[in-house]
């Protein structure tokens, strides 16, 4: 069997089972960096300099690194994809990427829930602005729509994650930006975790792929025995069991589902398990 042989190390055979199975989810052409080791979604900054690769999921590597929660997490968040209205101030943001398992499988059905400063270092603690939560649809794919967080004092720029496999434990992290002379100094800050910013228009595009200490589905999740799929019209009854976004619910009033009375986002109704 031919050896493994190093990403970037300008030889052809250097490609990771994970970046063939996301160029296979794209569909589409793979960038090459300049040593011919295939671009990921954070293998270079938008000065086209390049960064420690995001960690594969070859074997024996190691997950996405953890971070610190921090003051300012808050629990049961609004579902949904974009932060932010037309008339939010800050500058516009979007982060997309996948989320892979150790096994180098895209993981459907993946809980992200972030959370950021305003674009002036301010976290709202009376409600829910610059917080959300979504699911990784069934490729594996996320994409949050929000701005460039503000300067909180004493960090740099970041956006707060957690991500949770269906079953599996809670991956607790920060995304930085590239670039920012804050990195320097700020003693939580880790190069593993920058994103790939670029310039777009009058906003920026980053992309980052979480590897999760997970092997992965081979398969997309099927519901748990003696449940179904949550589904608009439905009528429910306390007790009965349904899976959303590949997570197990449990009814806890009777009642007709509508739109926005998803499980997640309504505790009164569900809760997990």
Not at 12 to 33: E, N
Not at 154 to 172: F, M, N
Not at 211 to 238: H, K, Q, R
Request: proline share 10%.
């Amino acid at each position: 069997m031919t050896p493994e042989v190093p990403e970037g190390s300008g030889d052809p055979r250097g490609i990771s089972r994970k970046t063939l199975l996301k160029a296979a989810l794209v569909a589409g052409t793979v960038p090459l960096l300049a040593g011919g080791g295939v671009a990921l979604a954070r293998d270079t900054a938008a000065s086209g300099q390049s960064l420690a690769p995001t960690p594969n999921c070859d074997d024996g590597d190691g997950p996405t690194h953890e971070q610190m929660e921090g003051p300012y997490f808050k629990p049961n968040s609004p579902l949904r994809t974009s932060l932010i209205t037309d008339s939010t101030p800050g500058v516009r943001l979007t982060v997309s990427g996948y989320v892979f398992g150790r096994g180098c499988k895209p993981i459907p059905g993946v809980l992200l829930d972030f959370w950021q400063a305003d674009t002036n270092g301010a976290y709202d603690m009376s409600g829910y602005a610059f917080r959300g939560h979504q699911f990784t649809d069934k490729s594996g794919a996320f994409k949050l729509t929000t701005i460039v967080a503000g300067l909180y004092p004493g960090r740099t720029r970041h956006i707060h994650v957690k991500a949770q496999a269906p079953g599996s434990r809670i991956l607790t992290t920060q995304l930085y930006f590239p670039g920012e002379p804050r990195n320097n100094t700020d003693m939580l800050f880790d190069p593993a975790l920058l994103m790939n910013v670029r310039d777009v228009g009058s906003g920026k595009e980053g992309t980052f792929d979480f590897v999760l200490d997970v092997e992965g589905p081979s398969v997309p999740p099927t519901d748990p025995p003696g449940s179904t799929t949550w589904a608009i019209g439905s009528s429910y009854n306390a007790g009965d069991r349904v899976t959303y976004g590949g997570v197990t619910y449990r009814c806890l009033q009777a009642h007709s589902a509508v739109a926005g009375w998803e499980p997640p986002n309504v505790p009164a109704l569900w809760e997990r398990g």
